[in-house]
């Protein structure tokens, strides 16, 4: 199949790209490193009037260390991203998460706003944002907005993102105070494929052998990717042994709304979820207490 027809625009500044944004309304759409988007446009699942392209926008591109947090602008390819060494020494759980998008060709196009823009359940960097609490910035004609990941997702690929708006900026939190460990597990067909289910865990231990810090999340098991604050809460304070995993992990199959489908059923998401997430805490807490082998 081909696209349909539209309209191009080869934006050269934020202020060009927004303003054509703005114009299209409900009929625009934004190409970044469209290794998601040209597949949908040629399947005709996107329909776009106009598609603006921002890959020529400077200033949306690049990463910074910005006031206790690492911040990418959206067109940062994710191959930039796994490179970076202030993501390696600062974001642990993101650090072990890209590998796993994709394959290395489509990281060399891929963008880290593109991936959280179009928020696939079952994408590694949506999981991360998720797990972490990383600050979204939509950015519009009238100004930005700074959107928690937590409240960003309302759906399969929905977000809270207007007409008119592009995501500009993702912030994700530097953990400080304490030993960091982190791990990220998944299961999928083939190494590069979407995750069947996916989990992501990151701890923070003090000097006591106690964590004081937990974050949880589940891809692939429900149509946003979901955070486990009960579970988390839980495990803060507590010395992350098997019973207290056992505990935290009580209420898993609630949390979870997964579907059926030609990948696996909702029970075997819930099972596979529940198995994934006990090994993602374990690891973590091992790579906390500086036991990880």
Not at 129 to 136: V, W
């Amino acid at each position: 199949m081909k696209a349909v027809p539209f309209d191009y625009v080869a934006a050269n500044s934020a202020d060009e790209a927004l303003g054509a944004l703005t114009d299209a309304g409900d009929d625009g759409m934004v190409l970044a490193g469209g290794q998601t988007l040209v597949p949908m446009l040629a399947m005709r699942l996107a329909r776009p009037a106009i598609l603006v392209d921002i890959n020529r926008v400077a200033e949306w591109s690049g990463i910074a260390m910005d006031g206790g947090a690492v911040s990418f602008k959206t067109c940062t390819r994710q191959s930039a991203a796994l490179t970076s060494s202030d993501m390696a020494q600062n974001l642990p759980l993101l650090a072990k998460a890209l590998p796993l998008v994709g394959h290395q060709q489509t990281r060399n196009r891929g963008t880290v706003g593109g991936s959280i823009a179009h928020g696939d359940p079952a994408a590694e960097i949506p999981l991360v944002a998720t797990a972490l609490e990383a600050e979204i910035t939509l950015s519009s004609s009238d100004g930005n907005r700074v959107v928690k990941s937590g409240d960003f997702y309302e759906g399969p690929m929905m977000s809270v993102r207007e007409p008119g708006e592009c995501v500009t900026d993702v912030s994700f939190p530097i953990w400080e105070g304490g030993q960091v460990g982190a791990d990220f597990q998944e299961v999928a067909e083939r190494h590069g494929d979407f995750a069947i289910v996916s989990a992501a865990a990151q701890l923070q231990w003090n000097g006591d052998g106690t964590c004081v810090r937990a974050a949880l999340a589940v891809g692939g098991a429900g149509g946003t990717p979901v955070r486990l604050s009960d579970a988390e809460g839980v495990l803060a304070g507590s010395a992350v042994t098997e019973e207290s995993i056992a505990d935290a992990l009580s209420g898993l199959d609630g949390a979870l709304d997964p579907a059926d489908d030609l990948h696996g059923s909702a029970d075997y998401r819930r099972r596979v979820a529940r198995v994934l997430m006990t090994r993602a805490i374990e690891n973590a807490a091992a790579e906390a207490r500086g036991s990880a082998t």
